[in-house]
């Protein structure tokens, strides 16, 4: 079961920006011009990734999480650090959460 997301940013340069840095990634296993498939090599998923964020509008994308994990949550984190990114569960602009929440980390893990 997947979770999603829509992630707003200030403006549409900030969130190309964020796609093109984690594309460039390690945990990047695929990769279009509006899409970006994200992995953690360390849980051993079947999975063909355990994140998936597609661009949706000008400054938003569309982020799928498949499976938790701490590293992905620290690479997003690195990647946005300095952006205001607003994250809406199921797009929902009443239902905004963490990128913790989103990943289904623990504030304490």
Known sequence: MSYEYRLVFP????ANRAMEALMASAACVGAQCDRVLLKDRQLNTLAEYDIRLTKEGQNSL????????????????????????????????????????????????
Request: hydrophobic share 40%; charged share 25%; aromatic share 8%.
């Open 62 to 109: 569309w982020l799928e999480v498949n499976f938790r994990s701490v590293d992905l949550l620290l690479l997003l984190e690195t990647t946005f650090a300095g952006l205001s990114v607003q994250c809406f569960e199921d797009g929902d602009p009443q239902d905004e959460v963490t990128l913790e929440s989103a990943l289904r980390i623990n504030a304490g893990a």
């Open 11 to 14: 403006d549409s340069t900030s």
